[in-house]
């Protein structure tokens, strides 16, 4: 569906850093159907929108450093980038990326949360953030990883004020869901070594929405790209985890038909 504006608290952007801007193109666009856009003010450093059906739907741009990971990145909607660059440092996290005006679409900043998984916040100024969502070929989740939850409850809640509804998912494992007022916005799982393995960082995971997650995940292959988790079926449809052929990690999710009320979207 469009979406024009974001209520605050609200995930609204995600983007990919990767080492070869048109290798990235060409996969993401053989897979979801987007077109690429590059911003000619040379202050935007090439910066790339994806569009789908001539709409922006996520970003793009070049790793900053050889040491720099392959990596999508979720934005958070905020009012005063600064003044939640303040909380972040007050709650125990690290701002990495000090508050920053983006020409004249927006500012941002970019922080570690106390448990290690990267986020960014966005001020919109001219640009909103997704201009589509929660449909194929949009983002539609947003969800963060990581190894305690307990701390992460408590650093988001302080710095966005969130809301945190907590549900048993099986196998010991438990699902919340973030909440701005009564709307979900995101989700967070604790990792474990079963299911993520030792090695992996904790994280902030992005979500696309497809038709047939069964034929995407054959066209991930296709274009070169790998299948980490294959498709499983969860409450709210079947997703699949998937790499691009850069490295850069990314979740599908067939929606089901009829979608629990509490299963949330990105707008």
């Given at each position: 569906m469009k979406q024009s504006e974001y209520t605050p608290g609200t995930p609204c952007w995600v983007d990919l850093a990767t080492s070869?801007?048109?290798?990235?193109?060409?996969?993401y666009g053989g897979l979801?159907?987007?077109?690429?856009?590059?911003?000619?003010?040379?202050?935007?450093?090439?910066?790339?929108?994806?569009?789908?059906?001539?709409?922006p739907a996520?970003?793009?741009?070049a790793l900053m450093s050889p040491e720099q990971p392959v990596a999508w990145s979720s934005y958070v909607s905020v009012t005063d980038a600064d003044a939640t660059a303040a909380k972040v440092n007050a709650?125990?996290?690290?701002?990495?990326?000090?508050?920053?005006?983006?020409?004249?679409?927006g500012r941002m900043a970019y922080f570690f949360d106390p448990t290690g998984a990267a986020l960014g916040v966005w001020q919109p100024r001219a640009f909103a953030g997704a201009g589509v969502v929660n449909e194929p070929g949009a983002l539609c989740w947003t969800e963060l990883a990581t190894r305690d939850a307990a701390a992460a409850k408590k650093f988001y809640t302080s710095v966005f004020g969130w809301g945190v509804k907590t549900n048993p998912m099986?196998?010991?494992?438990?699902?919340?869901?973030?909440?701005?007022?009564?709307?979900?916005?995101?989700?967070?799982?604790?990792?474990?070594d079963e299911h993520f393995g030792a090695d992996m960082p904790p994280?902030?995971?992005?979500?696309?929405?497809v038709a047939d997650c069964a034929a995407s995940?054959?066209?991930?292959?296709?274009?070169?790209?790998?299948?980490?988790?294959?498709?499983t079926e969860i409450p709210v449809g079947t997703f699949a985890v998937c790499r691009d052929p850069q490295g850069g990690f990314f979740s599908l999710i067939q929606?089901?038909?009829?979608?629990?009320?509490?299963?949330g979207s990105a707008a």
């Open positions: 070869d801007m048109e290798g990235a193109k060409e996969f979801f159907d987007w077109t690429a856009e590059t911003s000619d003010v040379p202050e935007a450093g090439g910066y790339t929108q994806f569009l789908l059906d001539g709409t996520a970003g793009l741009m709650a125990g996290g690290k701002v990495i990326m000090p508050p920053m005006d983006v020409t004249d679409v099986g196998e010991g494992q438990e699902y919340t869901e973030w909440l701005v007022g009564d709307q979900t916005v995101g989700g967070m799982i604790e990792m474990d994280h902030w995971g992005v979500y696309f929405a995940v054959a066209k991930v292959g296709v274009l070169g790209g790998s299948v980490t988790v294959p498709p929606l089901a038909e009829t979608m629990p009320e509490s299963a």
